[in-house]
């Protein structure tokens, strides 16, 4: 299963595809003992049904606070949230504690980066998938167990029907994950959410655990989000990607042309930043200077600026708007549109220019 | 010819997590079992392999901060150990020092940044200005502003400062050799490229010799010149950087660089997938440790213990497809070496 | 220094310092942060008021008041609450009442302080060793205080009491014996915990010895946390002093101590009840303190990375 096959089915339903998420100037502002924390401002996409977004930034750039805030997970009373969240055409920001609990787990589900956290040590995998299954369509234990057994085979855990009996400090992080993901998809979820679901565990695990979730999400028509910091596993996993950058969606589009043919100078640099394979290793790598903002002020600038090799007097002036980036193709549809922040973007020329000089 | 600059040779560690009534071992842990490898002045020995495989352990072996059960380690040929006859620990702790994964754990929170710093030195018994000077000059060497940096505490600084830090710390005691244990692995990409940098000034400006730890297969291509693979405390391939990265001999080293993730779309290829988890390094499987996952598994992988054997000039292998008359009806030439299948074979 | 740099690589070098300059730009120490989380937190503060105004008046006492503390008179017994030159009454021997609870304060402040003080010194002695050194050390000392956590911490303090004798040294070296076992347990834990971090590994390949990694690298980490932890058994030791008193082994008649008040008063107690409950406020008040500050001690140090 690869990406591009997906790609090609999806575009051929053109006609059936809806939108199962909107987010609009969605803003996260946490209080803390130092004062308001802008942790994610004015961001906005869409995510149609059977599409996989990749939410890709580095370490506090907002992109697993934007996750929880799809589902309202944060502490309500340390937490200001703005902007609009719909999903399958219901507000969330406005939904009830009660709603929203039978918004969790079955119309949306998540997965994350421990799965020791999700599961409940006292109790064996088979009862804590099987009271989910309940609690969200109230059918008979036993049913209710018949689909435990059916999820685990599903997510390819060997000897299933054994493994239900077991408890989770029993089983092996990959096992593990793949039990969490079980759990996440056994009420059948519209959408998935994912927080860096293989960043703890072994290479040649993470690849099984991404190829599952990849074929899980075909086969099952759902849509995903995955937050990750690795370009490699949003180009493994992805169909379209947002670049996060101090609380903000800088670059987003298909990861194909984004990750290939990139605009924004934080995408590119970030690109060039991270060691390939293959790579010259006489050549110094290309680190961006500095480090990211702190988020404990509101930016009246493009955050980028001062790290930034083509920052002009505009981008310290005003935090630019998305604007439209021409579609590869002509007549693409909307999964193929792309847009980018950044009043200068653009190719890098040449991407030694800029090395030399540090 | 000049021995290399640290030789290790057969390092054994086995923890007893478990003891009978009697006392007697009931339950043990091989985390190290009968690892050799060597790295020459002035380069840099990639050590990769999954979690339980030992590579953070022979770190600490290395360094006696865990006492080896049994092996050498040689520095410029002269063996250091506890035992009488040998070079004292104290010595060789000085010269190979190391730099740990979690930037926040390695420094104490209490001190400050030239405290933590200067503290090496001072228990080598140079005077409070020397040992401050020293930690001035180290932190202008790694990149940071001493000025604003001496008085501060750890949590003060962001992740690649504080490894930087550590960096300082570890050159303060004028080691021969880094012990970089997953040492950018913590870091943001961007940070990393930063410190990665570091490390190869570093290196030829105080003519370092790195072992370098990690389980990112792009890091370590990009920094080594030579590379350990292990698996359950053993190691299964050893060679030149190029060599293991293009014609890996053992499937291991196959599967564990085909598990990469593309870096860049054009570059997504078919992954051949290993099936099951790094096993438990308690109880490790008999004969060929990496058997039960292995696709060319066959009879005599469970049976007997394959050895290293050489492959190409330099590259040694442990694996019974690569040994003649192993028992194995596979070799190595029947293997395709490329770690890349052909996309239509997978599609 | 580095000879890599050109005049470019210098003036990015600049640049970059002036940014690190600007990026922390406050900076203080550890224990100056604390301190002044400490001193924004307005119940630590009320309760450190107290506690120094009940210290002071203690201290002070002589000078502040005209009566002596065990001179009574038998024409003033049993005054109430308001009387002129007794504002606080006086007991059943008519000795007054506000000269008493300062007078008092002395004993029960230093029996509720002297005690821990000492068992923090002795039991983190103990913990530390246990836990750095590991082994057989950690087995002998850490199953030695597992016998005395076989006793309920009363029960033991006047078990030990009773076998020494009444008296104010026996009452404190009984409650010290007390409160060594879980502060040991807890300066184990913590050093245990500290001695695995990579700092002192480093430590360790800096050549450094045990003493100085305990002195430099494992103190600093573990005194903190078992600081907080005593100050919040200084109430609990300010209980037990007053109960061994009240049980007669502790401080002997007549001199003030607010648990031996607290008894000699019992029997006044429906005819002036308001002042037979004074001493008890007094040991209420003076351990809420000692927990609220203790609590406000604990986030104060609380620094997250």
């Known amino acids: 299963m690869t990406a591009s096959n997906s790609q090609s089915a999806a575009a051929d339903s053109v006609e059936a595809m809806s939108s199962v998420l909107r987010v609009a100037d969605l803003s996260v502002t946490f209080k803390s003992e130092d004062g308001p924390v802008y942790a994610v401002s004015d961001v906005n996409f869409a995510l149609n049904t059977g599409e996989t977004l990749a939410l890709l930034g580095e370490s506090g750039c907002g992109k697993s606070v934007t996750l929880k805030s799809l589902m309202r997970l944060h502490p309500p009373h340390k937490t200001t949230l703005s902007g609009q969240i719909e999903i399958t055409g219901d507000d969330v920001v406005a939904m009830s504690q009660r709603r929203l609990s039978a918004l969790r787990g079955k119309r949306v589900a998540m997965i994350f980066q421990e799965p020791m956290l999700a599961f409940d040590p006292v109790f064996t995998i088979g009862q804590q998938i099987t009271e989910t299954v309940r609690r969200h369509t109230g059918c008979a234990r036993a049913r209710a167990r018949a689909r435990a057994l059916e999820m685990l085979e599903m997510v390819r855990i060997p000897s299933a029907a054994s493994r239900l009996d077991a408890y989770p400090h029993e089983m092996s992080g990959g096992m593990r994950q793949r039990a969490m993901i079980a759990l996440a998809l056994s009420c059948q979820p519209d959408l998935l959410l994912a927080d860096e679901p293989t960043t703890a565990l072994d290479a040649t695990v993470q690849i099984q655990v991404l190829k599952l979730l990849r074929e899980l999400q075909t086969e099952l028509g759902m849509s995903m989000i995955i937050v990750t910091h690795d370009v490699g596993v949003a180009i493994e996993v992805a169909d379209r990607v947002a670049v996060m950058y101090a609380g903000r969606i800088i670059e987003e589009g298909p990861v194909n042309e984004v990750l290939s043919t990139p605009q924004h100078p934080y995408t590119q640099g970030l690109l060039a930043a991270t060691v390939h394979p293959g790579m010259d290793r006489a050549a110094r790598l290309t680190a961006i200077p500095g480090a990211p903002p702190r988020l404990t002020r509101r930016l009246e600038a493009c955050a980028f600026a001062p790290r930034c090799y083509k920052a002009g007097p505009e981008c310290r002036q005003s935090i630019p708007r998305p604007s439209a980036v021409a579609p590869a193709e002509p007549g693409a549809d909307s999964s193929q549109l792309r847009m980018v922040s950044c009043y200068r973007p653009g190719l890098k020329e040449d991407p030694r220019a800029h090395e030399s000089n540090q | 010819m000049l021995p290399p600059a640290l030789e290790v040779l057969d390092l054994k560690k086995h923890f007893v997590t478990r003891k009978t009534l009697l006392g007697k071992p009931d339950r043990v842990v091989r985390a190290v079992d009968g690892v050799s490898f060597h790295v020459a002045r002035g380069q840099t020995l990639g050590v990769v392999g999954e979690s339980g495989c030992g590579k953070s352990t022979t770190a600490r072996l290395l360094m006696h901060l865990i006492e080896p059960d049994a092996g050498r380690i040689r520095l410029h040929g002269r063996e250091y150990g506890n035992v009488g006859g040998l070079k004292p620990v104290s010595e060789l702790r000085q010269r190979m020092q190391m730099v740990f994964q979690d930037s926040y754990a390695s420094l104490n929170p209490r001190l400050t940044i030239e405290d933590s710093i200067a503290f090496g030195p001072r228990i080598q018994g140079q005077s409070r200005s020397e040992s401050r000077q020293l930690a001035r000059d180290l932190l202008d060497q790694v990149g940071l502003n001493p000025d604003s940096f001496i008085r501060r505490y750890p949590h003060e600084l962001s992740g690649g400062q504080r490894q930087r830090v550590n960096i300082a710390r570890a050159l303060a005691m004028k080691p021969e050799i880094m012990v970089l244990d997953e040492a950018v692995s913590a870091l943001d990409k961007s940070v990393q490229a930063q410190v990665l940098n570091l490390l190869s000034d570093l290196k030829r400006d105080f003519e370092l010799t790195y072992l370098f730890i990690s389980h990112d297969l792009n890091v370590v291509q990009y920094i080594s010149d030579h590379v350990v693979v292990m698996y359950l405390g053993q190691v299964v391939e050893f060679g030149p950087v190029a060599q293991i990265y293009e014609q890996p001999a053992h499937p291991y080293t196959r599967a564990l660089l085909d598990a990469v993730p593309a870096q860049t779309p054009n570059s997504r290829k078919a992954h051949t997938v290993l099936e099951g988890d790094p096993p438990n390094p308690i109880d490790p499987p008999a004969g060929c440790r990496f058997h039960p996952r292995c696709p060319f598994a066959e009879p005599i992988c469970a049976e007997r213990e394959p050895v290293p054997v050489r492959v190409r000039p330099e590259q040694e292998s442990a694996c019974h497809m690569v040994a003649p008359q192993s028992g194995h009806s596979r070799h190595l030439t029947m293997i395709p070496l490329t770690s890349t299948l052909p996309e239509e074979a997978v599609a | ?305």
């Open chain 3, 1 to 305: 220094m580095d000879q890599s740099l050109g005049p470019q690589g210098l003036q990015s070098r600049v640049e970059e310092y002036a940014e690190q300059a600007r990026d922390i730009a406050r900076s203080r120490g550890y224990w100056a942060t604390v301190l002044h989380r400490l001193l924004r937190d307005p119940v630590s503060m009320a309760c450190a008021l107290v506690l120094l105004t009940l210290i002071l008046l203690a201290v002070l006492a002589p000078w502040l008041t005209p009566y002596n503390p065990s001179q009574g008179s038998m024409l003033n017994r049993l005054a109430g609450i308001g009387t002129p030159g007794h504002w606080l009454g006086t007991d059943g021997q008519g000795r007054d009442m506000l000269t008493r609870l300062m007078y008092g304060g002395r004993y029960s402040l230093v029996m509720g302080i002297m005690p821990v003080l000492i068992a923090f010194f002795i039991g983190t002695a103990m913990g530390v060793t246990a836990g750095f050194v590991g082994g057989w050390a950690n087995s002998l000392i850490m199953r030695t205080t597992d016998v005395f956590f076989a006793f309920p911490a009363v029960l033991l303090a006047i078990a030990i009491s009773g076998a020494l004798g009444a008296g104010f040294v026996n009452a404190m070296v009984s409650l010290t014996l007390v409160f060594i076992p879980p502060i040991a347990r807890v300066a184990e834990g913590v050093t245990t915990a500290v001695r695995h971090l990579d700092f002192v590994e480093a430590a360790r390949a800096s050549g450094a010895g045990a003493l100085t990694i305990i002195r430099v690298h494992i103190l600093g980490n573990v005194l903190g946390p078992v600081f907080i932890y005593a100050t919040s058994l200084v109430s609990v030791c300010m209980i037990l002093a007053a109960g061994l008193s009240f049980l007669g082994l502790g401080v002997r008649p007549p001199a003030a101590e607010w648990g031996l008040m607290l008894n000699t008063l019992r029997q006044s107690l429906y005819v002036q009840p308001w002042v037979s409950v004074l001493p008890g406020a007094m040991i209420f008040l003076t351990s809420l303190c000692f927990n609220l500050l203790s609590d406000g001690l604990r986030s104060a140090m609380d620094i997250k990375r």
